[in-house]
């Protein structure tokens, strides 16, 4: 079975870092690209970029440039979306979705507050 | 980008059809074959529902279709049943991004 398995909720506090991950598996990692979603509280999806895990060619949305992070082990089929100074606002859910978004990882629940 | 433009909301009583538009711009939706639609549950991770305008993933019912016509797209969902009740988000290539729409609730009456 495809599928893509996210990291566990996380708390932070602003200006710390977090790193989650998304790992791939019953198909060839390298093959397909990985896209991060956000989902902020109660609002809609937000692009956020994507990464291929073949040679780690990114590309980010100009809302989100700068901010965050994409990085990929493929030696053991993962996928990160990392911070390295959170803010309150980045408070929502971030998903992991296989290029096409065909196959969507469960989602992992960020929490930013003091 | 700009998010594509959704209605907010959309209703429809078992067995009749709705229709959720999807505007964007020549750079995106008009620009590009490659729009999908996706369903979300409350709480649940979304589910590509079409992809390239009108093609259906394996195991998404015919019920869900999908075109285009300039630079807006439609979702329509015939014979509604009460598990179509969900938010529904078209998203479009735009150059070398994807943007995604504002989304809309379809409530089953």
């Known amino acids: 079975e495809v599928q893509l398995v996210q990291s566990g909720a996380e708390v932070k506090k602003p200006g710390e870092s977090l790193r989650i991950s998304c790992k791939g598996s019953?198909?060839?990692?390298?093959?397909?690209?990985i896209t991060w979603v956000r989902q902020m509280p109660g609002k809609g999806l937000e692009w956020m970029g994507r990464?291929?895990?073949?040679?780690?060619?990114?590309r980010y949305s100009p809302s989100f440039q700068g901010h965050v992070t994409l990085s990929t082990d493929k030696s053991i089929s993962t996928a990160y979306l990392q911070w390295s100074s959170l803010k309150a606002s980045d408070t929502a859910m971030y998903y992991c979705?296989?290029?096409?978004?065909?196959?969507w990882g469960q989602g992992t629940t960020v929490t930013v507050s003091s | 980008q700009s998010a594509l433009t959704q209605p907010p909301s959309a209703s429809g009583s078992p067995g009749q059809s709705v229709t959720i538009s999807c505007t964007g711009t020549?750079?995106?939706?008009?620009?590009?074959?490659?729009v999908s639609w996706y369903q979300q549950h409350p709480g649940k991770a979304p589910k590509l529902m079409i992809y390239?305008?009108?093609k259906r993933p394996s195991g998404v019912p015919d019920r869900f279709s999908g075109s285009k016509s300039g630079n807006t797209a439609s979702l329509t969902v015939s014979g509604l049943q009460a598990d179509d009740e969900a938010d529904y988000y078209c998203?479009?290539?735009?150059?070398?991004?994807?943007?995604f729409g504002t989304g809309t609730r379809v409530t089953v009456l």
């Open positions: 979705a296989r290029q096409g978004l065909d196959v």
């Open positions: 019953g198909y060839n990692f390298t093959t397909y690209w």
């Open positions: 990464i291929d895990p073949s040679d780690s060619y990114t």
């Open positions: 020549s750079r995106d939706v008009g620009g590009y074959k490659y």
């Open positions: 390239e305008v009108n």
């Open positions: 998203s479009s290539y735009a150059g070398s991004n994807k943007v």
